[in-house]
């Protein structure tokens, strides 16, 4: 085989997304990039904010978490520092979103016993039924589903694995727009410490988790109730802690078919 | 088969985008269309009975490297430097620009320095403007005509995988 045909002739979605995410002018964004060159203003703006997030943090994280976390540096850290980020990360991930969970449930078993004394005391209770909230009828009216999951190398954007219910784009592409999509905000926007969530497209949302190596991109359609989008991310979490433990040096076709059965295992055949 | 990451860049007008287009679908338009942003698509070869994925970039040009987002160039293996022989105001500057690439570029990626729209100078232009630029191209090419643009990629491709032993 002398070089091979183009492997893509139309990427009309892709170009479409493209140009819905990027052509906003460019000097719009020079505008933005402006103000917040300008240090001083930006800090005098941010730095509060930080620090009261610090200081909740630090008088929020809890003894044991902070216990279990130490714990696993202490494993860890016996092993190659490249390593470490990759362990570390999904774990950590996990704890600070089940912490997240755990008071927000605390909060609403709160307002619900708020609410039912209030309703007992009027002696209402009992005469309404709970209303569905309108999330709840959404997702049962367009049920959420996965139709893509990425697992793509973070700097350069080579595609390490997929797993799809359908073949239409070429991936390796799809992948590499993600990753210049991301690096485009991200730089575009000058937020290092933040990253990219979530892109929207039509009818698609695409749900990124990020790693320190590597990122997860999960193609979604339907409507998806923020518990799903907390359960999809925890499997995403789940997934890298077991299964990827150690990026090889080179992306080849050995490496691809490894992580794409190992997504196809996790999110396309029901994994319980 | 392994998968690299070479990314174009240069300023704007000096051809990337007619280079990734005449290298991947063997086409070429006369018509300017400014890129935004970035596009990526990719093209397999085969080099001594070993077949590698290129992922081209294919990014919005800038009057200098620093202007472009640094994390464009993470993670890429090949970074081809293209200027316009037509236009001085693409490499009088070019020693600097390729000093910084190097240095935000992956430490193990490989620089080229292309010299573009060789169909649009005589022999006597190419002499001038090799006397007086701060640093060599690597290689001559014309995206309207292909001379070189195959090779380009072929040569790049070829020393990627050399060091990818
Ligand atoms: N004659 C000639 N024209 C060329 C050549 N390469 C590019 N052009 C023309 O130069 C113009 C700019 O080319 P592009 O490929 O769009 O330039 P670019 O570097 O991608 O520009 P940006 O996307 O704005 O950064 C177009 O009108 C092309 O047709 C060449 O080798 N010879
Ligand atoms: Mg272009």
């Known amino acids: ?272 | 088969m392994i998968s690299k990451k070479i990314i174009l860049t240069g300023s704007f007008g000096v051809g990337k985008t007619s280079l990734f287009n005449q290298f991947i679908y063997n086409r070429f338009d006369d018509k300017y269309l400014t890129t935004i942003g970035v596009k990526v698509n990719k093209k397999v070869i085969e080099i001594d009975g070993k077949e590698l994925s290129l992922l081209i970039w294919d990014i919005a040009g800038e009057v200098s490297q620093d202007k472009v987002p640094n994390s464009y160039f993470l993670g890429a293996s090949g970074i081809v430097f293209v200027f316009d022989l037509t236009r001085p105001s693409t490499y009088k500057n070019i020693a600097n620009e390729i000093k910084y690439l190097q240095e935000i570029g992956d430490p193990n990626s490989i620089i080229k320095v292309v010299a573009n729209k060789s169909d649009l100078v005589d022999e006597e232009k190419i002499n001038e403007v090799a006397a007086e630029i701060q640093r060599p191209w690597d290689v001559i090419t014309s995206a309207k005509t292909g001379e070189n643009v195959q090779e380009l990629f072929r040569e790049l491709g070829r020393e990627l995988i050399d060091a990818a032993e």
């Open chain 1, 1 to 272: 085989m002398r070089d091979s045909k183009p492997q893509v002739d139309s990427h009309q979605p892709l170009d479409r997304l493209r140009e819905i995410l990027l052509s906003e002018d460019r000097e719009a964004l020079q505008r933005i990039e402006q103000i917040l060159e300008n240090r001083e203003a930006l800090s005098e703006r941010v730095s509060p904010i930080v620090e009261e997030h610090l200081e909740f943090l630090r008088q929020n994280f809890p003894k044991e978490f902070r216990e279990v976390v130490d714990r696993q540096i202490d494993v860890k850290l016996k092993d190659s520092q490249d390593e470490i980020l990759n362990v570390i990360y999904p774990v950590l991930g996990r704890m600070i979103r089940k912490y997240i969970t755990h008071q927000f449930q605390m909060l609403k078993e709160n307002i619900d016993r708020q609410i039912k004394k209030t309703f007992s005391r009027q002696g209402i209770f009992g005469i309404f039924r709970r209303r569905k909230s309108s999330e709840e009828i959404l997702s049962e009216a367009d049920p959420m589903h996965i139709e893509e999951v990425y697992l793509i190398q973070r700097d350069s954007g080579l595609l390490l694995g997929i797993a799809s219910q359908q073949q239409t784009m070429d991936q390796d592409a799809v992948a590499g727009m993600f990753t210049a999509i991301k690096a485009f905000v991200e730089d575009a926007f000058r937020r290092e410490q933040e990253e990219l969530a979530s892109i929207e497209y039509e009818n698609y949302k695409i749900f990124i988790q990020n790693f320190p190596a590597y990122y997860l991109a999960v193609a979604i359609s339907g409507s998806v109730s923020a518990k799903e989008k907390d359960q999809l991310a925890s499997r995403l979490l789940r997934f890298a802690e077991e299964e990827v433990l150690q990026l090889p040096s080179e992306v080849t076709d050995t490496v691809r078919t490894g992580f794409s059965q190992k997504l196809e295992h996790w999110f396309f055949t029901d994994k319980t």
